[in-house]
């Protein structure tokens, strides 16, 4: 079985600063890793994935997220960010084998940034 | 552009109530899920349908049915609403590979009164 623990349920953040969002997973299969964005009165967008390869993935709006097998986590990073970027996220882990019918969801972060 | 449209926003019902929720999806895909969504809890699947007229229970489908007639529509069914499936409800669906991420409705927020 899977599990996906976001260590944090709400981040505040100024305007302009870093972020970091962190995801933990537990697994005993390969597995995807995606991050989720879900604005006010929305539902969930893509932001990112990982399926293989390079451990280091872009995504939408300046995001990026590094996994890291050992530590098993895939947090998620901005460098500066806006505004616009108040927000859930939602970090999810889906097994290789199964795809999308078996997608873990971790209990989301609030991100709130001020001005 | 990809797009899973959810009928309704926000419902308001009473206790007791047959509910329905429909969403569409123009995808072509075959695969449709329903979630509920409340604070603290993430997303917790209820359903999900790899088929016309084919629907596997998700974790949560105590007190929820579905029904999919047609490829495009899945429809998530409270027999006898109460008060503590008020909750926000998300539809997805997801393309035939392993790696495709899940495409989501903008949810309805249910309040059952």
């Known amino acids: 079985a899977q599990s996906v623990t976001q260590l944090d349920s709400q981040v505040p953040v100024f305007e302009e600063a870093p972020v970091e969002l962190r995801c933990n997973y537990s697994?005993?299969?390969?597995?995807?890793l995606f991050w989720y964005v879900q604005y006010p009165n929305q539902g969930l967008q893509l932001l990112l994935k990982?399926?293989?390869?390079?451990?280091l993935v872009k995504g939408i709006n300046g995001f990026e997220a590094e996994f890291n097998k050992s530590q098993t986590s895939f947090h998620l990073r901005k460098p500066s960010v806006h505004i616009s970027d108040t927000a859930e996220y939602f970090c999810a882990v889906t097994p290789a084998h199964t795809g999308g019918f078996k997608t873990i969801f971790g209990a989301g972060t609030r991100l709130f940034v001020k001005a | 552009d990809v797009k899973v449209t959810q009928s309704s926003r926000y419902l308001v019902k009473r206790t007791g109530e047959k509910v329905f929720l429909e969403c569409v999806q123009d995808?072509?895909?075959?695969?449709m899920f329903w979630y509920r969504q409340d604070p603290g809890l993430g997303l917790r699947l209820i359903y999900f349908?790899?088929?016309?007229?084919?629907?596997e229970k998700g974790d949560i489908p105590e007190g929820y049915s579905v029904s999919r007639e047609k490829k495009e529509r899945f429809s998530l069914i409270l027999e006898s609403a109460s008060t503590n499936q008020t909750s926000m409800y998300l539809c997805?669906?997801?393309?035939?590979?392993?790696?495709?991420?899940?495409?989501f409705g903008n949810g309805t927020r249910l309040t059952v009164t």
């Open positions: 995808m072509d895909h075959e695969n």
């Open positions: 349908s790899y088929d016309v007229k084919m629907k």
């Open positions: 997805a669906s997801i393309g035939g590979r392993n790696n495709s991420p899940l495409h």
């Open positions: 697994s005993s299969v390969s597995v995807y």
């Open positions: 990982y399926l293989s390869g390079s451990t």
